[in-house]
């Protein structure tokens, strides 16, 4: 029989397969994905349009596509799935981090009322004639999700209470006055067409994707996941409580500060790009586990790229399933996590 030594270094070896694997899927989710929609592109057209646009256009399989196929490819659908891939990695990670950091399985951005602070922000920013840029809105997105998750533990009670139910209905209860001033807002700007607009963004859609809100959100999301990952030792130490954590030397209350504003800022950058997407960062992390283990020095990494390749294929399903209609790809999650949310709860409760 193996020892628990051998058990580990086998889980180990096989997790350590599992990151390449994802990586590999991910890359062709992205190939894949680009050529779906309502207008047929081939796979070698997407290829000889990205070659050209790189300046490798003698390398291109195939003559030059008409300007509105590569417009098409290159402004609309490559930084759309781009997108996709960087706002599911940061809810995901963020998702992971927040349940360690809470101790508790059912947290996530969505949830605790991080989007919904987000989203207030980022709105409050547009509305106000703050400015529009990728830069600005991402700003006043990480102040609102900042604002959102810190009245959150203060009702909470520093984030230290155990009871599930009680942090939820917390979550909620910010969500739900973040959500109103949202819609406050919205109402006193008194443009119709700005409010229609707003409304559709918030149920979160990838159809705005441009390169230069693409480019701050993977700046700012990836920053981010790799200084999480620097706290895999934290996040590990908190899964056997705060007292714990402490013996093991790690200064607790700047972990979890720390921790708490890379959360914030990764789903800030999402909300920012993409608009309010719930239940990706409490649906993938609980699948990870389940493959991966608890180790978050694995888990963050495959939780990033798990979420990502989850958010490419919504996406891709929610532009072509009901075409010519565009579905928000924030109303596909919300109906593939509620059920996931109901199991997680359950559980949570015979625990």
Known sequence: MRTGRQ?????????ALLVPLFAAVLCASVVGATFIGTAAIGPLDVLGVVLRRLG???????????????????????????????????????GAVLQSVTRNPLAEPYLLGVSSGASAGAV???VLGLGAGAVTLSTGAFVGALVA??????????????????????????????????????MLDGDADATRAFTYWLLGSLGGARWEPLAVAAALIVLGAACCLLFAPALDAF????????????????????LMALAALMTAAAVAASGAIGFIGLLVPHVVRLLAGGSHRS?????????????????????????????PVGVI???????????????????
Do not use: Y
Not at 339 to 351: D, E, S, W
């Open 124 to 126: 409050g920013v547009m």
């Open 299 to 327: 888990l963050l990494p495959l939780c990033g790229l798990g979420g990502a390749i989850f958010l490419v294929w919504v996406d891709a399903f929610a532009r072509s399933a009901f075409a010519p209609h565009e579905v």
């Open 7 to 15: 058990r580990r270094r086998v889980r180990h070896g096989s997790t």
């Open 333 to 351: 999650t919300a109906l593939l996590g509620a059920p996931a949310f109901a199991v997680v709860l359950r559980k949570a409760a015979r625990r």
């Open 56 to 94: 490798a256009g003698s390398l291109a399989p195939v003559p030059p596509a008409p300007p509105l196929i590569e417009a098409l490819v290159w402004e609309s659908r490559l930084p759309r799935v781009l997108l996709a891939a960087v706002v599911g990695l940061g809810l995901s990670v963020s």
């Open 149 to 186: 998750f810190g009245l959150v533990l203060a009702l909470i009670g520093g984030g230290k209470v155990s009871n599930p139910a009680r942090v939820v209905l917390t979550g909620v209860l910010v969500s739900q006055f973040f959500s109103a001033i949202t819609s406050l807002v919205l």
């Open 239 to 258: 899964t056997f409580g705060w007292d714990t954590a402490a013996s093991l030397g790690i200064d607790v209350t700047r972990a979890r500060v720390v």
